[in-house]
């Protein structure tokens, strides 16, 4: 028997089951978030290409958090189909021993968790800085891009303006400005016509043809100015409202090793970066934990004729009880100083027992059951 050609066999039938879990996994979360980002951001100007590339931002921080499960279910799944099959039980009569049978799972679980690393200390955090740093300039871009003639509308913090038509070369009609940012001296502005532009990252409305009106009743000497042309900035109250402060969750390995002086300035932001580096860190383990939990489930149990939830349920109970485990070490009731021991010990814990049921002869986890049937 060619052992190499049944370690490809098996390792081909998981990655395919694998991918096939992944992208369905990804595709329905990815669903379900861009409809969330479509009440954020759709219909601010963005272009169906614009809005389909900012949705795709935040597709490596999903795969962070969906590989361990997608693995999970693909060994479960391709060992359950083997033991179905009896083609399990015809490879260890034949002398194909547990460990074979593991390689190429352990080989596509390293893979696996190398791209785990890439993404979860550097893709992951870039793209979703990225993703909120494209979602505020769509929101100070709707101003430029979507307003809309005949309604009252607010297009800056303290601003409220209303424009009568949209000409056909693009210039606003009869345009009306209420500019309240400063309670106590809220002016009135009226245009002829006018115009949004952007120049950098500050929004400005162009006037032209027009009065300045000072609605300040308390003030004697309220006057009208009329002017031929006025710029009018609609952030200059918001004092760059746009920038994006670093998250904990946002910092990359480069980041980690030497903080930006501005991440610096933010309360507990090295306390709360470490928190995420050790549920990172922890994320790696778990395809490793994953995959021999699923491989561990399914063969030490014996052919069921009642079929295999069982052993689904089972290694679901025990992946979740791992995931909160990890939650709970790396979180902020575990100190600092020892939060990454916890975590290596809890690894060592679950994968040693893992082990120990793969290699330990004649150990089944679901024989006492059959027991008490037959009994």
């Not at 614009?50 to 921080?61: A, K």
């Not at 460990?99 to 190398?114: D, E, F, H, T, W």
């Not at 002017?227 to 390995?253: C, Q, W």
Request: net charge positive; proline share 4%.
């Amino acid at each position: 028997m060619n052992q190499t050609l049944i370690e490809r066999y098996i390792g081909a039938r998981l990655l395919r089951t694998f991918l096939v879990v992944t992208l369905v996994f990804t595709l329905v979360i990815w669903l379900i978030q861009t409809l969330n980002l479509i009440d954020n951001i759709g219909g601010k100007g963005t272009t169906i290409i614009g809005f389909l590339g900012i949705s795709l931002l935040g597709i490596p921080g999903l795969l962070t958090y969906i590989l361990p499960p997608a693995l999970l279910i693909a060994v479960l799944t391709q060992m359950i189909r083997l033991l179905q099959d009896h083609e399990y039980f015809a490879l260890s009569a034949a002398g194909f021993s547990p460990r074979k049978l593991l390689q190429p799972i352990l080989l596509i679980s390293a893979v696996l968790a190398v791209i785990q690393l890439l993404l979860s200390f550097y893709i992951a955090p870039t793209a979703t800085h990225l993703l909120r740093q494209q979602k505020n300039a769509v929101s100070e871009n709707f101003v430029t891009d979507a307003f809309t003639p005949g309604s009252f509308q607010d297009i800056a913090p303290g601003i409220t303006a209303f424009a009568d038509t949209l000409s056909e070369t693009g210039e606003l009609q009869q345009v009306l400005i209420y500019d309240y940012s400063d309670a106590e001296h809220p002016v009135t502005y009226t245009a002829r016509e006018g115009r949004i532009t952007r120049t950098g990252t500050k929004n400005y409305f162009l006037l032209l043809e027009g009065h300045i009106h000072d609605d300040n009743m308390q003030r004697s000497n309220r006057g009208l100015i009329v002017f031929s042309e006025y710029v009018l900035p609609l952030n200059a109250a918001a004092k760059e409202t746009s920038a994006i402060h670093m998250r904990p969750g946002d910092t990359t390995i480069f980041q980690i090793l030497n903080p930006p002086a501005a991440a610096l300035t933010q309360k507990d932001f090295i306390k709360r970066m470490h928190e995420s580096v050790r549920q990172r860190v922890a994320n790696i383990t778990t395809v490793l934990v994953y995959a021999f939990l699923g491989f561990v489930i399914a063969t030490t149990a014996s052919l069921q004729r009642t079929g295999y939830g069982r052993q689904v349920m089972t290694a679901a109970s025990f992946a979740i009880i791992y995931q909160i485990g990890i939650f709970v070490l790396s979180g902020e009731t575990a100190q600092s100083s020892l939060s990454i021991a916890y975590l290596a010990v809890w690894f060592c814990l679950f994968a040693g027992v893992c082990l120990w049921f793969i290699f330990a002869p004649g150990v089944r986890l679901f024989k006492w059951p059959e027991k008490r049937r037959a009994l």
